[in-house]
């Protein structure tokens, strides 16, 4: 007993005393499950520390995983956080870095899929659409597409639905059939079709 609170106490004083930077991900996914469950960072404050983390995986997913130690429980570090944690995260995760979350994240649901969908690109975009895609793409691919048609009808029937999302799901759509027709016609080329 005595043992686990000298234990709790220097992981305590770990994590204060260490710059994030420096924090093992381990470390760091601690951190910042702490600061959402407190509220004490707002959404825009969590971002770049989201984006050192998931620049980190990134980073280290370009060698192997005998080559980099830890690697293989990279992802296995979001398996047990709660779901209300994840979709903030999910929410405050920078539209650039969603593809990596999504990539770490054990699955998604409805709601998730939701704040993903809803994203906006920057108006210094120069290319929303395509990011747009790409985020109707990531939330087919984690969920077979299962659970994009859902989060679509919810998105369409609320109140605040984002100005560009009625004509990129259709096109989103529309694109997807083409690549099923794409399939059939050309057998030997399926799976590397791929929308962007």
């Known amino acids: ?20 930077v420096a924090k093992s991900p381990e470390m760091k996914l601690d951190w910042l499950t702490g600061v959402i469950k407190k509220k004490s960072l707002t959404c825009p404050e ?3 520390y989201l984006s050192l983390l998931l620049s980190e995986y990134q980073e280290l997913s370009h ?12 992802s296995s570090l979001f398996d047990s956080i709660e779901r209300q944690i994840l979709r903030k995260m999910i ?3 920078d539209l ?3 593809p990596v979350l999504l990539e770490l994240i054990p699955d998604l649901d409805v709601e998730d899929a939701v704040v993903v969908l809803k994203k906006i690109p920057p108006p ?9 895609d790409r985020l109707f793409q990531v939330v087919y691919e984690k969920t077979s597409g299962k659970l994009l048609e859902k989060a679509a009808e919810y998105i369409m029937k609320s ?17 997807r059939e083409d690549e ?14 791929r929308v962007e």
């Open 1 to 20: 007993m005595a043992n686990d609170k000298k234990i709790g106490f220097m992981k305590r004083l770990m994590s204060e005393a260490i710059p994030f």
């Open 124 to 132: 210094y975009e120069t290319k929303p659409q395509v990011i747009i």
């Open 63 to 74: 060698y192997s995983v005998e080559e980099v130690e830890g690697f293989e429980n990279f």
């Open 46 to 48: 969590i971002t770049p």
């Open 96 to 98: 650039y870095d969603v």
């Open 159 to 175: 109140e605040n639905v984002p100005l560009h999302f009625v004509d990129s799901y259709q096109r989103f759509k529309e694109m």
């Open 180 to 193: 099923q027709v794409l399939s059939y016609l050309f057998p030997q080329a399926s799976g590397q079709i």
């Open 91 to 93: 929410e405050c995760t």
